[in-house]
C-alpha cells in the first residue's frame, strides 16, 4: 500500500473487528513485536475473559485460525503490520501510529495539552520580560537561570506528556474491555 494516511474508511474497515482491536492493542502493549502463539494467547484469553493459561486448546486454535488466515493479512495489507507468516512473528509499523487516536482509552478525560503548553509559554515570557525590565523579585534573577528554568519546565512537561500517553495506551487490557467491566 502506499505512504499515503489510511482514509477513515479504511481505518473503520481495519478496526471494524474486535479481534482486530485486540492484536493492535497487545502488539502496543508489549513494543511492537509479538510471536504469533503469544498474540494467539493472549486474544482469545481477552475474548473468552480468562488468562492465557487457563484457555482450552479449541478457544486457542479458533482464534489462532482466524489471526493466522484473516486478520493479520488484513493488516498486514493495509501496511498496520508487518506479518511474517512463515516466522510466525508480527511487528507494528510506522503506519500503526495513524490508528492510535481511534484506540485510544476514550473514556478517560483529556488532558488539555494545547492550552497547558500555552500557559507555560506565557508564564516563560512573563518571566523573561520580568528580568528583562528588571521588575522585583524577578530581577534577582540571571538571564542564565531563567534560560534554565524555562528548559527544565519545558522538559519535565514534555516527560510528564509522555508518561501520561505511555501510562494510557500500554498496561493491562484494551480499552474498551476496561469499560465493559466498569473499570
Known sequence: MASSELSQDQVFEVLKSPRRR??????????????????????????????????????????YISLYQTHLPKLDDAGIVEYEREAGNVHLS????????YLG??????????????A???????LVVGVWFEIYPLSLLSGLA?????????????????LYYRRRTVQGTPPELRRAEGQ
Open 22 to 63: 485486540y492484536a493492535l492493542y497487545f502488539l502496543r502493549r508489549e513494543g511492537g513485536t509479538v510471536e504469533l502463539s503469544d498474540l494467539t494467547d493472549q486474544v482469545a484469553a481477552w475474548e473468552n475473559d480468562t488468562t492465557p493459561s487457563g484457555l482450552t486448546s479449541e478457544q486457542r486454535k479458533r482464534v
Open 94 to 101: 510506522r503506519r500503526a501510529r495513524e490508528l492510535d487516536s
Open 105 to 118: 482509552d476514550v473514556s478517560q478525560p483529556e488532558i488539555p495539552w494545547d492550552r497547558y503548553y500555552l
Open 120 to 126: 507555560l509559554s506565557f508564564g516563560s515570557i512573563a
Open 146 to 162: 531563567v534560560a534554565v528554568i524555562i528548559l527544565v519546565a519545558y522538559a519535565l512537561s514534555a516527560i510528564g506528556q509522555y
